[in-house]
């Protein structure tokens, strides 16, 4: 089965940049979206299609996604961007989405 | 404005049968407009997508847990539905129900219903 992977968490001082990585095999062929999930929330995607940012969202968030890791940039980082982050990708050999295991963003 | 609602007990035995629904507002689930899935969060962990539907009644299922699970349609209620069989802790989680694209993105959550498993 496909597993995505990413880091159990990404700590950023305020104003800086933040990477999160997601890696999965080939990932770059795939379609990536980026949630942002919030203590007892539910989640919302804050990044889609590898690159594109819904309405609402931030400039100071971004995707790319190439070769077997796709990524999500979160520049001049804010207390308020505090939250667990999670990639998701259609896995169409196999009809099934796959998330990856989150990441825990922590502004300090 | 969709909305989504997720409805059930919120306690399964066992070796039973967890079976939760989803309300729809909003859109006709057979429109075609969205797939319609079911996502899980055990409490401190990651989200965990489950499966889902489509207007055409076909289902997706995660492999791991296909052998267990039933996702229908009930369009004259605009509803789908859960059911999980042979329960056990390790299915206690909140579960979500969700409106997405084929891809798998999600547009609209419901707010979640926690399901514990327990005797």
């Known amino acids: 089965s496909y597993v995505l992977t990413q880091p159990p968490s990404v700590s950023v001082a305020p104003g800086k940049t933040a990477r999160i990585t997601c890696g999965g095999n080939?990932?770059?062929?795939?379609?990536v979206h980026w949630y942002q999930q919030k203590p007892g929330q539910a989640p919302v995607v804050v990044i889609h299609s590898d690159s594109d940012r819904p309405s609402g969202i931030p400039e100071r968030f971004s995707g790319s996604n190439s070769g077997n890791t796709a990524t999500l940039t979160l520049s001049r980082a804010e207390a308020g961007d505090e939250a667990d982050y999670y990639c998701?990708?259609?896995?169409?050999?196999?009809?099934?989405?796959?998330f990856g295991g989150g990441t825990k963003l922590t502004v300090l | 404005q969709v909305q989504l609602f997720e409805s059930g007990p919120g306690l399964a035995r066992p070796s039973q049968t967890l079976s939760l629904t989803c309300s729809v507002s909003?859109?006709?689930?057979?429109?075609?407009?969205?797939?319609w899935s079911w996502i899980r969060q055990p409490a401190g962990k990651g989200l965990e997508w489950i499966g889902r539907?489509?207007?055409?009644?076909?289902?997706n299922y995660k492999p791991s847990l296909e052998s267990r699970l039933t996702i229908s349609l009930d369009t004259s209620q605009n509803q789908f539905s859960l059911s999980l069989s042979s329960v056990t802790a390790a299915d206690t989680a909140v579960y979500y129900c969700?409106?997405?694209?084929?891809?798998?993105?999600?547009?609209?959550w419901g707010q979640g219903t926690l399901v514990a498993v327990s005797s």
């Open positions: 998701q990708v259609w896995e169409g050999s196999g009809d099934y989405v796959v």
């Open positions: 539907i489509y207007n055409t009644g076909r289902p």
């Open positions: 909003g859109v006709s689930i057979s429109s075609g407009k969205y797939y």
């Open positions: 080939n990932i770059g062929s795939k379609s």
């Open positions: 969700a409106g997405g694209d084929y891809y798998g993105l999600v547009h609209y």
